[in-house]
């Protein structure tokens, strides 16, 4: 058998339900993996006594016939997951030393389900930026690099560290969440399996907030059944989030496990055309279609015309939102506190100290948006233009079943590149964040290596919860494809 | 829209975030150019097209009327940075304060 750590999470799954492993066996396995690769960053913390302790748990409940859906399997949980009992910072000084008391709604759903937290992993700041260079705790390194380089590339942002630790085989699977393309757009840079649930189909509670309208979790996996299965374990329906769909949770995984597109639709949205895109990747997003099209499936040319509003009005409605969310951290309740004369003062010190640049830009351009006369002229407006976004999918969809567009502009890019002007380095989701204005689910799935090694993903957009279709279509892709790079070393 | 130095200060006030003065000209510039490029979203038409607030089709739910946990004030309190204060020192779930510089002479 492979070494324990080179197998998918639904292989895993087989090898301890046919007792070939145990989950203490495996979870050792994948703590050995964290010990070698530390130097990537990947963990804001590292939880192997919780782990150890699970995974006894695990092989006990496997003994007594109750095994879970994820059961024994090792996950790393983004470090905006509320974690009952550890330290979760949202990758911020503002949160350090904060020790939640209670569990999210989806990590509590894994380990009901029987997965293993081996820790917290590396994000920026409050899940704002697309590098994980914005992170207080330093940014984490992409496992691959570019042919005959030496220079540390970024894994993307805002769930740099979980896309990196699934492509370095520190784990089968990890959890992110996505609000303008925090999952998809890392997973493009890191080689793996990248998968952002239609709204409300995952639950928020516990989610430490930015853009309450926009904010959604999802998994990382290095293959579309184990993003599927993952994706079973962490839906569902709660009341704790009002916006969380009172919907069944589908077998995703039997969607993944049959890639038949035959007579499928597959939308071409023209407007993803857009200069700046490099060649290869466009040459990609062809060749991908030629591959759908070869299994069966139909292309059919669809028209987004709001395409290229859709990042400068996520860019007024996400810091809206988040100036909003994050005047929760005022040094009162839990948290950093920096003292100061009078209470104004207190808050205006620790707030100065403890959030970033970029967390700090964000929340300045929300508040002024928000503020008394410029409200309907950015706020209400970006509102419309959201409304008119999500119309031109609706219309699409009229047309086709699913859409395939690239996930991002470029490959993974140096540490400390598109630094100098923040819109720059907002570009790179410009290909993920109209879906995430209208709500509608997407995935990256590894498409190929560029001239420089680097891997590339395609980005597959479903109609509102009907995750099942994209992922039919997103494992036709990946058996057409068939993606075996793994980064050198790892 | 470009914007100065005490529009910045302003907004950072009404934010609650400290700012040094020497930083206010280079986020004047930087925020300023944010809002240039958002400014493309005038040459869209949006006359008569309903605001989206959210994506979700669903009415949200009502729950009754009722409290559905309480009881667990040392849990809340257990991350108050400036320390708590107990009602009860012997039963801390009893009820307690967080505290903060006086605001009340």
């Not at chain 1, 804001?44 to 859906?69: F, N, Q, V, Y």
């Amino acid at each position: 058998m492979a070494a324990l750590t080179d197998l998918s999470l639904a292989a895993l799954k087989a090898a301890m339900g046919k007792k070939e492993a145990s989950a203490v066996e495996v979870t050792e396995a994948h703590l050995e993996k964290l010990d070698a690769h530390r130097a990537l960053n990947a963990f804001i913390a590292e939880t192997p006594d919780r782990a150890r302790d699970m995974a006894k748990a695990s092989d006990a409940r496997r003994a007594r016939g109750e095994a879970g859906l994820l059961e024994g399997v090792p996950l790393a949980i983004k470090d905006l997951f509320c974690t009952d009992g550890v330290p979760t910072t949202a990758g911020s000084h503002i949160l350090e030393g904060f020790v939640p008391p209670y569990e999210s709604t989806v990590t509590a759903n894994l380990w009901k389900a029987g997965a293993v937290m081996v820790g917290k992993t590396n994000l920026d700041e409050f899940a704002m930026g697309s590098s994980n260079m914005t992170s207080h705790f330093g940014g984490v390194e992409n496992p691959w690099k570019k042919k005959g380089d030496n220079r540390k590339l970024v894994p993307g942002g805002s769930s740099g560290g979980s896309a990196a630790v699934v492509a370095a085989y520190m784990v089968p699977g990890s959890t992110g969440t996505d609000t303008g393309g925090s999952i998809r757009q890392p997973a493009s840079f890191c080689g793996v399996v990248g998968l952002k649930p239609t709204y409300g189909r995952c639950s928020r509670w516990g989610v430490v907030a930015f853009a309450s309208s926009l904010d959604q979790p999802g998994p990382f996996a290095r293959t579309v059944e184990d993003s599927a299965l993952l994706l079973q374990g962490m839906a569902g329906h709660d009341p704790k989030d009002s916006t969380s769909a009172p919907l069944a949770v589908p077998d995703f995984a039997a969607a993944a496990r049959n890639p038949d597109v035959k007579g499928l639709k597959v939308g071409v949205p023209k407007e993803y055309r857009v200069d700046g895109t490099s060649p290869e990747i466009v040459a990609l997003w062809d060749k991908g279609m030629d591959m759908l099209k070869a299994a069966g499936a139909v292309p059919v040319e669809v028209s987004l015309p709001h395409t290229k509003y859709a990042l400068p009005a996520y860019y007024i409605v996400a810091p809206a939102e988040c100036s909003s969310n994050l005047a929760r951290y005022d040094g009162v309740r839990f948290g950093l506190r920096v003292p100061g004369k009078d209470l104004i003062d207190m808050y205006q010190n620790t707030r100065g100290a403890g959030f970033g640049k970029e967390v700090r830009r964000r929340i300045m351009i929300g508040t002024y948006v928000l503020s008394a006369g410029y409200y309907d002229a950015y706020y209400k407006k970006a509102q419309q233009v959201r409304a008119l976004i999500a119309r031109d999918f609706k219309q699409a969809f009229e047309k086709c079943d699913v859409l395939l567009t690239p996930t991002a502009p470029t490959a993974a890019f140096a540490a400390g590149e598109k630094m100098d002007d923040p819109v720059t380095m907002y570009l790179n989701d410009m290909f993920t964040i109209p879906a995430s204005m209208a709500g509608l689910p997407g995935i990256s799935v590894p498409a190929g290596l560029d001239k420089d090694g680097l891997p590339l993903g395609l980005q597959l957009i479903g109609r509102a919860f009907d995750e099942e279709t994209m992922l039919r279509a997103a494992a036709a892709l990946e058996t057409a494809v068939a993606f075996k790079a793994r980064p050198a070393g790892y | 829209m470009s914007l100065d130095r005490d529009t910045v200060a302003r907004i950072a006030r009404l934010a609650r975030l400290k700012v040094a003065d020497e930083e206010l000209a280079p986020l004047a510039g930087e925020l300023s150019g944010i809002l240039a490029w958002i400014e493309q979203l005038n040459e869209v038409d949006t006359k008569n097209v309903e605001p989206m607030a959210s994506v979700s089709d669903i009415t949200l739910p009502k729950r009754a009327d009722k409290v559905t946990d309480g009881g667990i004030a040392e849990k809340i309190l257990a991350n108050a940075p400036g320390g708590a204060v107990y009602v009860e020192p012997t039963d801390k779930n009893a009820g307690g304060f967080f505290t903060v510089p006086k605001v009340v002479e």
